[in-house]
Every structure is written in structure tokens, then in C-alpha cells.
């Protein structure tokens, strides 16, 4: 392997230092000096690149796992597409705790609901891949599906509501609430509270709350099944 590659590289530096032999004398522009180095850099330094690249692999002392390529929005995919989705959604999901348990004390509902909208979008770009044609792949895109049903929606009924009444009241730095009827000021300073607290006095707490319920007894349920997630872990939090 040592032999080949000094000779190969040999080659290449003769090759390197003959490009002006057979370029025209009269070539406008263009001197000794630069041919050298335009070879260098398209012959020469691409190579050793390549070659430091594939000794690494044959001593082991390199490991490259090369799932898909995107090239020109045309997907390549170098192993199969239901492992491929499986890998990446797992991954994705084990940082997703609020999709299968949210804490009504420490999360921030405003957060929340941006990583139910990140998990919606991430969603409808991987089960592009999968092939409908295929048993497997079909059970795995009509999962997909209902998790987007789902997600979408949880973010149509509450979304906006909860995100329009926590801006307004950061901003604002008031918290106002219905009694009968009328309008009231609480004397109360939404910066000082702890998250938990000031999310209670959001007019639609309670309905909220079931939403987030139904959303992680589904994904705990329904999506876990064949999505495996080590929910365990969040059981102590």
C-alpha cells in the first residue's frame, strides 16, 4: 500500500510539473508559474486529500457512515428508506420530552408550542422519503400522518389564543382577567412570577391543559409503539 501510493503520488507531481510542456507558448495570460499551480491545486492537493482520506479507512483510524446526500433537491439515499426515517425521527424525538409529558409548573407553554410546531414541520419533510408501495414504509407514513393530524390540531385550537395572550401580558407586564364580565387588573407582576404560576391565569388554562394531555397520552400510546423512545427517563423529572 506504502509502494502504491508513492508511486501513484510520483505520477502525479510529473504529471503536475508537465502541464506547460503541452500548453502553447502563446497561450495570452497564462505563465509557467500559473499552470503549476492551477495543476497543483486541481491535480495534486485533491489527491493527497483523497489519499490521506483512504488510508485513514484501511488503518481504521477514520469512520465515515454516509446515510443520504442531498445534491440539486434530488435526495440520495444509501441505505434503506424505513431505517433511514426510523434513526432520524428516534433521535429527534429523545429531546422532544413535552410531546409525551408536559409539566404544568416548570414548562413554558409558549416553548411548548414551539416545539410541537418544530415536531409537525420536522415531521412532513421526513416521511417524504418513505415508499408507499412498501408495507413497512406505508404503516410508517400513515403514523406520520396522524402525528401531523394530531399536532396540527393542537395548534390550530390553542395556539394563537395562548400566544396572543402571553405576548400581551409580558409585554404589557399585567395580568387581566375576567369576573364577571368585566375586566379586571390583578395586582400582580407577570416578571416576578415563576412560569408556572402566571400560565394558571390564562383564561383557557384548564382547556389547554387537556389538549397537552391528549397530545402526550397519544405519542405515549400510539407513537411510542412503534417509534421506541426511552420515556423512562422523564418519569422522575
Same mark, same amino acid.
Given at each position: 500500500m506504502k509502494n502504491l501510493f508513492i508511486t501513484v503520488f510520483l505520477?502525479?507531481?510529473?504529471l503536475t510539473f508537465s502541464v506547460p510542456i503541452f500548453i502553447p507558448q502563446e497561450v495570452p495570460y497564462l505563465t509557467k508559474l500559473q499552470l503549476i499551480i492551477t495543476a497543483l491545486i486541481t491535480l495534486l492537493i485533491p489527491f493527497l486529500l483523497l489519499s490521506l482520506i483512504i488510508s485513514a479507512l484501511?488503518?481504521?483510524?477514520?469512520?465515515?457512515?454516509?446515510?443520504?446526500?442531498?445534491i440539486g433537491g434530488i435526495n440520495l439515499l444509501f %441505505?434503506? !428508506?424505513d431505517?433511514?426515517?426510523?434513526?432520524?425521527? @428516534? +433521535?429527534f424525538l429523545e429531546t422532544k420530552r413535552t410531546l409525551y409529558k408536559v409539566d404544568k409548573e416548570l414548562d413554558n407553554f409558549n416553548e411548548t408550542l414551539d416545539s410541537y410546531f418544530e415536531t409537525y414541520q420536522f415531521f412532513k419533510k421526513e416521511m417524504m422519503i418513505l415508499d408507499l408501495k412498501k408495507d413497512e414504509q406505508?404503516?410508517?407514513?400513515?403514523?406520520?400522518?396522524?402525528?401531523?393530524?394530531?399536532?396540527?390540531?393542537?395548534?390550530?385550537?390553542?395556539q394563537n389564543n395562548y400566544r396572543?395572550?402571553?405576548?400581551?401580558?409580558?409585554?404589557?407586564?399585567?395580568?387581566?382577567?375576567f369576573e364577571g364580565g368585566n375586566e379586571k387588573e390583578l395586582n %400582580?407582576? !407577570?416578571?416576578?412570577?415563576?412560569?408556572?404560576?402566571? @400560565? +394558571?391565569?390564562?383564561?383557557?388554562?384548564?382547556?389547554?391543559?387537556?389538549?397537552?394531555e391528549s397530545v402526550n397520552t397519544f405519542f405515549r400510546k400510539?407513537?411510542?409503539?412503534?417509534?421506541?423512545?426511552?420515556?423512562n427517563k422523564w418519569e422522575d423529572e
Open positions: 505520477v502525479m507531481v510529473v484501511i488503518t481504521r483510524h477514520l469512520h465515515i457512515q454516509l446515510e443520504r446526500m442531498n %441505505k434503506q !428508506p431505517r433511514i426515517f426510523l434513526n432520524s425521527v @428516534q +433521535t406505508k404503516k410508517l407514513y400513515d403514523l406520520s400522518s396522524k402525528i401531523i393530524a394530531k399536532l396540527n390540531l393542537f395548534l390550530t385550537t390553542y396572543r395572550w402571553y405576548k400581551n401580558t409580558i409585554d404589557e407586564n399585567k395580568i387581566t382577567i %400582580k407582576n !407577570p416578571h416576578m412570577m415563576r412560569i408556572g404560576e402566571l @400560565q +394558571t391565569y390564562y383564561y383557557d388554562y384548564d382547556e389547554i391543559l387537556k389538549g397537552f400510539e407513537v411510542n409503539s412503534t417509534l421506541k423512545v426511552d420515556i
